[in-house]
């Protein structure tokens, strides 16, 4: 997605601001007092599996102090580095989430200062357009400023990207035929149709967990074993979307048509669309699929 920090976050209560909560003070006591741990960086943190170096530090520099810890909430990062918004994203997240571990240097290896503000000069308009501020804690004033011993911005050349292949487009999202043909096979073969807006984003085992605003959601569609009872506290799911993008989904703001299938008790989207509103096409389609009979 354009801004898929849907990518990054439960929009009501950021996840992204909970990956940071435990952000030491820098420069303060705390951080230079624990005793360094070096752990190998295990390849489920995909947010900084095979980068330049293979250990990392824990606690790291989050105070995260499990590695469970650390790959939950470093996921949520994924999506922002996958939009690229700065070559050195990647560097810098990991050099918090991950942190170099030297078993010679006690004290931990920070980021610096211009290294966040450049990131952050790249990737703060993107997680804007979504709604979110730079988070307070990592407030650029917090790092060093620039010397031998802290991480510096690179020319972003031998980074390697999360995925060494482009982000695919998630299935749900590519482009379809806008023809009534199109909505009318699409609309009758998925078991629920409904227009929303979206409440929360957050990522479980690889996947996107969607939650609607309760008050913005209309019904078009149940059907498949979908009953009132489930969207009730709806959840909508995007497989795989830690693994591929959404550009179509670029907008909290904005309204979805969203389709798709009862798997396994939960409800899968196959189909996924923004509304336009106000667009003829849009209500045309409103119009159609009330009456349609598949």
């Known amino acids: 997605m354009r801004a898929y920090l849907a990518l990054l976050v439960a929009l009501t209560l950021p996840e992204y601001l909970d990956a940071f909560h435990g952000l030491y003070a820098f420069g303060q006591p705390e951080l230079f007092q624990k005793k360094s741990n070096c752990k190998p960086i295990p390849a489920n943190l995909l947010l900084c599996h095979d980068i330049e170096y ?7 520099l989050l105070g995260h102090e499990t590695m469970n810890e650390v790959v939950q909430q ?19 997240l990991c050099s918090l989430f991950a942190p170099v571990c030297l078993d010679d240097l006690d004290e931990p290896i920070q980021p610096c200062r211009s290294l966040c503000e450049s990131v952050m000069n790249g990737c703060a308009p993107v997680m804007a357009a979504f709604g979110f501020p730079w988070p307070e804690m990592l407030d650029c004033e917090r790092f060093p400023l620039d010397n031998d011993l802290c991480i510096q911005p690179g020319s ?18 590519k482009e379809k035929p806008e023809n009534d043909n199109g909505i009318v096979d699409s609309f009758c073969k998925n078991d629920f149709a409904l227009k929303i807006k979206v409440k929360e984003i957050s990522y479980m085992n690889g996947d996107t967990k969607i939650i609607p605003e309760t008050k913005s959601k209309t019904v078009y569609k149940l059907n498949g074993g979908v009953t009132e009872r489930d969207l009730r506290k709806t959840v909508l799911w ?10 179509e989904m670029n907008d909290i703001n904005a309204a979805y048509l969203v389709m798709g299938q009862k798997m396994d008790g939960n409800l899968v989207i196959t189909s996924l669309k923004r509304w336009q ?3 003829r096409e849009f ?12």
């Not at 972003?156 to 999202?173: N, Q, R, Y």
């Not at 995007?238 to 550009?247: A, S, Y």
């Open 238 to 247: 995007l497989k795989d979307g830690l693994q591929c993008v959404c550009d």
């Open 54 to 60: 293979t250990d990392m530090r824990l606690p790291n």
């Open 156 to 173: 972003g050349d031998a980074l390697v990207p999360v995925t060494k292949e482009v982000p695919k487009v998630c299935e749900a999202c």
């Open 277 to 279: 509103k106000g667009q």
């Open 283 to 294: 209500k045309r389609i409103s119009r159609s699929i009330r009456k349609l009979q598949c």
């Open 74 to 92: 470093a996921s949520s990062w994924i999506p922002l580095v996958q939009k690229q918004c700065h070559p050195d994203t990647r560097k810098f």
